[in-house]
């Protein structure tokens, strides 16, 4: 599985978009882009996955790059229920889903 | 619809003593997982399974046992405590692998002592 590399820590702004960049350079081609998020030891939440296109969903929406090499997570309008640590997570589609997590990022949004 | 449930919530263990942590999801889940999480950190695959009898090995299966005699649970198993398994295990079901997401249940904070 590729190595996922994430800023440790942001902040945001209520009601300001939230941009969490991650890198992963050595991802392969049959590997997706996952994020999830936990919210203060409570376990994971799924947020979206995307292997080239962009995708959209009711959370967020992720913007991969041409070269797959990096993503960025896009939170809208950051709420204060947005303050977590986000997890981006690159995972082979045929080796049993495992999800290797790094440490993430601890978003935090202020008022 | 309960989704993964767990228990207990809470256990504290005296080295050397076992314990079974329980995990049992409704929806009619193939894969199952157990993770740990120790504070500051990431969490790390110990357990997973793709359907009842069957399991296999995460990144630190030592010190720990699963069985899955039916779909619906997947327990862990310590055998012998450690203060080094002092952790927060999480639960987790998928469908199937790939691109269906995992669905992790509250977890189980334990210390050993």
């Keep these: 599985?590729?190595?996922t590399t994430q800023p440790t820590s942001m902040d945001c702004a209520e009601g300001r978009a939230a941009n969490l960049p991650c890198n992963h350079s050595t991802i392969s081609g049959n590997e997706?882009?996952?994020?999830?998020r936990q919210i203060h030891?409570?376990?994971p939440q799924y947020i979206i996955h995307g292997l080239k296109n962009n995708e959209t969903n009711e959370m967020a929406s992720l913007i991969i790059t041409e070269d797959r090499k990096?993503?960025?997570?896009?939170?809208?309008?950051?709420?204060l229920r947005d303050t977590a640590v986000y997890y981006c997570i690159a995972e082979n589609?045929?080796?049993g889903g495992k999800l290797i997590f790094g440490q993430g990022t601890e978003l935090s949004v202020k008022p | 619809n309960a989704g993964v449930t767990q228990t207990p919530k809470f256990r504290i263990l005296k080295i050397g003593q076992s314990m079974?942590?329980?995990?049992t999801q409704d929806m009619n889940h193939n894969y199952m997982y157990w993770y740990r999480q120790d504070p500051g950190m990431g969490l790390k695959l110990i357990y997973y399974s793709v359907g009842a009898g069957i399991t296999d090995k995460g990144e630190v299966p030592n010190g720990y046992n699963v069985s899955r005699s039916t779909t619906e649970d997947f327990p862990l198993r310590l055998e012998l405590a450690a203060p080094s398994q002092t952790s927060v295990y999480?639960?987790?079901?998928s469908r199937r692998t790939g691109t269906d997401t995992?669905?992790?249940g509250p977890g189980t904070r334990l210390t050993v002592l």
């Design chain 1, 1 to 3: 599985d590729a190595k």
């Design chain 1, 32 to 36: 997706y882009v996952y994020w999830y």
């Design chain 1, 41 to 43: 030891s409570q376990g």
């Design chain 1, 70 to 79: 990096s993503s960025t997570l896009i939170l809208p309008h950051a709420t």
């Design chain 1, 93 to 95: 589609y045929n080796q």
């Design chain 2, 20 to 23: 079974t942590l329980q995990c």
């Design chain 2, 90 to 93: 999480f639960c987790a079901s």
């Design chain 2, 102 to 104: 995992q669905y992790f």
